[in-house]
């Protein structure tokens, strides 16, 4: 008899330990926020514009907005670089981290410097591979940007035409290689040419783009770009 009440007993035991153990094995997974790495130069940092009106900047704010939860992004850029300026300093700065995106847009130096076109291009192999490795979903996480005509404004007015024909030379380099790597490419030059007639669109060292000119690249590739990392949270 002692058994027959005991038997229901340890059956309520046993359930009730299930229980407690099933709710102890329960992990609350925390996601984190997206990374996005910004690699450039000068463009890309922004120079003579507030840090606000950097395009990486407000390609960020614009996703925040929409619910996003990305960081701000992480800047390896400076005015003058050049493709192998950014290969040393993605070497210096970068480790073992992984992005949900990642930007390139170099090059501009290297026309600007005389650097050959044959060289431009061994260096963005170089640099895709890198970016690639450093994003969380390979070449889907990652985007070019193309390098914009500064032949237009009034520090290259005087070599306008010859500035424009080799910028676009360069930047044929860069779509096809970054075709090869199947990186999307952005071009933003057509809009770069507007401040030839709106000279609204140039930043106040009558060189890089202002403010306005940046927003007007962010409209150009924002809603792909939102694609990119949409689907991740």
């Known amino acids: 008899m002692k058994f027959t009440y005991l038997l229901p007993l340890c059956l309520i035991v046993l359930l009730t330990g299930c229980k407690e153990n099933e709710s102890e094995n329960v992990t609350v997974v925390q996601e984190d926020a997206l990374g996005y790495l910004a690699l450039g130069d000068s463009y890309t940092i922004g120079e003579s514009v507030g840090v606000e009106m950097r395009w990486p900047v407000q390609l960020v704010e614009r996703l925040q907005k929409e619910g996003l939860d990305?960081?701000?992004p992480r800047i390896i850029a400076t005015t003058g670089w050049t493709t192998q300026d950014l290969?040393?300093?993605?070497?210096a700065q970068l480790n073992n981290e992984k992005f949900d995106l990642v930007s390139v847009s170099i090059g501009v130096n290297n026309q600007y410097q005389g650097?050959?076109?044959?060289?431009y291009r061994d260096d963005l192999y170089e640099?895709?591979?890198r970016a690639i490795s450093h994003?969380?979903?390979g070449a889907e996480g990652v985007f070019a940007v193309s390098i914009p005509d500064y032949g237009v404004t009034p520090f290259g007015e005087e070599r306008a035409e010859e500035i424009g024909k080799e910028l676009d030379e360069f930047n044929r380099i860069f779509e096809e290689v970054a075709s090869e790597f199947n990186?999307?490419?952005y071009d933003i030059t057509p809009i770069s040419r507007k401040a030839a007639n709106e000279p609204e669109l140039i930043a106040e060292d009558d060189l890089h783009p202002s403010g306005e000119?940046?927003?007007?690249w962010v409209d150009h590739f924002y809603e792909e770009v939102r694609q990119k990392v949409?689907?991740?949270k």
């Open 70 to 72: 990305i960081e701000d």
């Open 87 to 91: 290969l040393s300093a993605m070497e």
């Open 115 to 119: 650097k050959s076109i044959e060289a």
């Open 127 to 129: 640099i895709f591979e």
């Open 135 to 137: 994003s969380q979903s």
């Open 183 to 185: 990186v999307d490419f």
């Open 213 to 216: 000119m940046y927003r007007q």
């Open 230 to 232: 949409a689907i991740k």
